[in-house]
């Protein structure tokens, strides 16, 4: 039923320790992506929602499912914990999906596991349509993320303050392997399994660098490049990840574990959402130098692999962390420059255009998304040229957005004067960058709120709004408001 064909099974026992999911008594599907499925090439269309409740509640194992919770260890804020892994998740296997690339097939919520500590291995139905929501939201944006398959409800309850209605929630990933997997055999001195684990890695996420003289060193250049990159993504998104642990960050550069992630809504920097986050280490804008601290984190990890000179590895690695700065900054003005309609060669003075907007928004509160869509349809009319009532709204709309509105003002005039240096149709590439939708907290708030009383309707609307964000569909309009003071949410709560 499912094509499985699983290598992590494969590897030596010390990573990953086989596991059962625990049957639930009444599992009630909540959502099937049968999209994904069909990529997967998961053979499900003959199943009913009783037969998909089963398979992905875990009560029923398809056949050629090898269970595993995966070892790993990892920084939680900044504090080393030897031992984490999968406490609440168990993969059942790999399949390849239609363009040959391998996929992991997760269950997160379904049972303990050696690695659950004092935690229950379950999941409550609010993390769990959070999850869901967000990481479709990211494939719609088109950043790299994991994706989710369905979602079960197990017709248990799951004690946390109060109890809550479990549910299991079915991830697919390129790959779960984190930096904390490799720091899992580092801490121990356990350089063979470090060894082993980074051959793997370069086998199913990175080949061509099999090639390469220094494959370790190459191997950390290129996890660092998808990091700097995502990272900036993220930002060009307004996405704040929440909890970028090295246990909650992919050498795949997929964006993994969507517990108190959130989108911004006003521009603010130093925006924190996650209530467990007092410090503001995961701020919006201490992502990319997180990034890069997890990479170095990643670097030590890898040292012993990256010449049997020490001071020579040590000097190789600091050359990856220094370059991860760099690309960065080219990934994030690229980002950037794009979201302000330029796309041809970068000119001095890019970088503080874009400042002088961001500083604006960040002085007028002004709603991150809108903020970009509106100056998407200025673009718009600007070039259409014609019709001046068209225009002078447009631009009205867009100053509307800022409270004071002065900075945007000024901002208007240099950054039309840049544009006129371009050549293509800012406009247009605008609406591509920029999405007039983004699964906004108020929105996931009363989708689970609405889930919770029993009531998918919201749940369902958002899903589907989220999957097309760059495309203005009058059905979503609601969805694209920012929220009403009222509606405004401050914290967001990790799953645990
Ligand atoms: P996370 O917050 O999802 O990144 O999880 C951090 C660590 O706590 C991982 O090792 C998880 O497997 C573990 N964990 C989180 N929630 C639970 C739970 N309900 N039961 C067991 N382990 C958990
Ligand atoms: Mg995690």
Not at 39 to 65: C, H, Q, W, Y
Not at 73 to 87: E, I, K, S, T, Y
Not at 106 to 117: D, H, V
Not at 439 to 451: G, W
Request: aromatic residues 8%; glycine residues 8%; hydrophobic residues 45%.
């Amino acid at each position: 039923m499912f094509p499985f064909d699983n290598s992590y099974a494969r590897l030596p026992e010390k990573f990953h320790s086989a596991v059962y999911p625990e049957a639930v008594k009444g599992p009630v599907l909540i959502k099937f992506n049968a999209p994904l499925a069909k990529k997967l090439k998961l053979d499900l269309d003959e199943a009913d929602t009783a037969r998909l409740a089963a398979i992905f509640s875990g009560n029923v194992l398809p056949p050629g499912a090898e269970p595993l919770a995966m070892a790993y260890a990892g920084h939680q804020f900044g504090n080393f914990v030897p031992r984490l892994g999968d406490g609440r998740a168990i993969l059942l296997g790999e399949v390849v999906d239609e363009t040959g690339v391998r996929r992991d097939i997760q269950l997160k919520g379904a049972g303990p596991t050696p690695f659950s500590r004092r935690g229950d291995g379950r999941a409550a139905l609010g993390p769990v349509l959070r999850e869901y929501i967000v990481s479709e939201a990211m494939a719609g944006l088109g950043i790299p993320a994991t994706r989710a398959l369905a979602a079960v409800l197990t017709g248990e309850g799951v004690q946390r303050e109060t109890v809550l209605p479990g549910a299991v929630f079915v991830r697919v990933a390129a790959s779960h392997v984190r930096i904390g997997t490799f720091q899992y055999f580092a801490a121990q001195g356990d350089t063979d399994g470090v060894r082993t684990l980074a051959d793997y890695v370069i086998e199913r996420h990175y080949p061509a660098l099999k090639q390469a003289d220094n494959p370790y060193l190459a191997l950390l250049d290129a996890v660092s490049a998808r990091q700097a990159e995502l990272i900036a993504r993220w930002l060009g998104v307004g996405f704040i990840h929440g909890v970028m642990n090295t246990d909650n960050m992919t050498v795949s550069g997929e964006t993994i574990d969507f517990g108190p992630c959130a989108f911004l809504d006003d521009y603010d920097p130093m925006k924190v959402f996650s209530s467990i986050d007092q410090q503001g280490r995961y701020a919006y804008r201490n992502q990319p130098g997180i990034g890069q601290w997890n990479i170095a984190r990643l670097a030590e990890c890898l040292l012993p692999l990256l010449d049997a000179d020490e001071e020579k590895a040590v000097e190789a690695a600091n050359g990856v962390l220094k370059a991860f700065g760099e690309r960065f900054q080219a990934a994030w003005l690229s980002v950037f420059s794009q979201k302000i309609g330029i796309a041809g060669a970068p000119e001095e003075g890019d970088g503080e255009l874009i400042q002088a907007l961001l500083s604006a928004m960040h002085e007028g509160r002004a709603d991150f998304t809108l903020t970009f869509r509106r100056l998407t349809k200025l673009a718009l009319a600007d070039a259409q040229g014609g019709d001046e009532k068209v225009r002078l709204d447009a631009e009205a709309s867009f100053l509307e957005g800022f409270a004071p509105w002065d900075k945007a003002e000024r901002f208007l005039p240099l950054w039309r004067a840049r544009l006129a240096r371009e050549a293509g149709d800012a406009g247009t590439l605008m609406r591509r960058v920029n999405p007039a939708l983004i699964a906004r907290n108020h929105r996931i708030e009363e989708a689970i709120v609405a889930a919770m009383a029993g009531d998918l309707s919201p749940f369902e609307t958002l899903v589907a709004a989220v999957a097309d964000p760059y495309t203005d569909r009058p059905e979503f309009t609601a969805l694209t408001q920012a929220p009403r003071d009222e509606e405004r949410v401050l914290r967001t709560f990790c799953g645990t």
